[in-house]
């Protein structure tokens, strides 16, 4: 770990400096930092009441300023900035002034901008049935996290959260096209079209018996009536005493 430290309070006993003075930034120059390497650096304040509200502009890529005036973190190119940093004590008073930054590369150290790419090349997702749960991990194999995923318009049912995880039910069953997007901690973009194949569920058997229930009061529905249609036909009585069409159609006839 490549450590750069500085006072980040002078008091005023010690400079001569006093307390009822504005801050004044006393970091000019930064020590180089290293690409891929954690970098830790203490900016050094004087005057004020001691209650700093640091702010930075235009630090390295992959750093940043903590509350308490100390830039840190691993930057991630070789890179020089001139950072404008302000500091600004509890009486609202106020100290600026520019740092110079200079990030040196680290050989095998160093930390490349690869663009991301989304790993496996999923283009095909079919493991969903409609109504049950369904969840998949989008992954990039590349880039700089964090990394913080969206999409176009989903499945009814369907969401993909900001960590890439694909969760939900579906609420239908078919097959839809959408597209996953990643954006890394460096800005960069990529996009891939998923295609997503959700089944049909299968019936449970609750439903299964009331169809198979169903299925058959039909049939004999339809029985009774076939059997109705050839008693009144052929003769042979739906009740005791009742002729056959035929001849209640001879009679008629007779009797006209």
């Not at 996290?145 to 049912?157: K, Q």
């Not at 299964?208 to 029985?223: D, R």
Request: charged share 20%; glycine share 12%.
């Amino acid at each position: 770990m490549f450590v750069a430290i500085l006072f980040s309070v002078i008091s005023a006993a010690n400079s001569g400096v006093r307390p009822d003075t504005p801050p004044q930034l006393r970091t000019k120059s930064a020590p180089a930092a290293m690409a891929g390497q954690s970098y830790e650096l203490a900016l050094a304040v004087v005057g004020g009441d001691g209650q700093y509200r640091w702010q930075a502009i235009g630090l390295p890529d992959g750093m940043g300023l903590s509350e308490d005036g100390v830039v840190q973190g691993t930057p991630i190119r070789e890179q020089t900035a001139v950072v404008w940093v302000s500091v600004t004590d509890g009486a609202g008073r106020r100290g600026e002034g520019e740092v110079r930054f200079e990030v040196r590369p680290s050989g095998s150290g160093a930390v490349q901008q690869v663009r991301p790419r989304i790993v496996d090349k999923v283009l095909l997702l079919d493991g969903a049935t409609a109504g049950r749960p369904y969840e998949h991990q989008f992954r990039s194999e590349s880039g700089i996290p964090p990394y913080r995923w969206t999409s176009s318009p989903l499945p009814d049912g369907l969401k993909l959260l900001p960590n890439g995880v694909l969760t939900g039910r579906a609420d239908e069953a078919g097959t839809s096209t959408f597209a996953v997007s990643m954006i890394d901690g460096s800005g960069a973009l990529v996009s891939q079209e998923v295609r997503l194949v959700v089944r049909e569920a299968p019936e449970s058997w609750l439903w299964w018996f009331l169809g198979w229930v169903k299925t058959v009061i039909e049939w004999l529905g339809y029985f009774c009536v076939a059997v109705n249609f050839v008693f009144l036909i052929f003769g042979v009585p739906a009740h005791a005493g009742t002729p056959p069409i035929w001849k209640i159609l001879k009679i008629r006839k007779r009797s006209a």
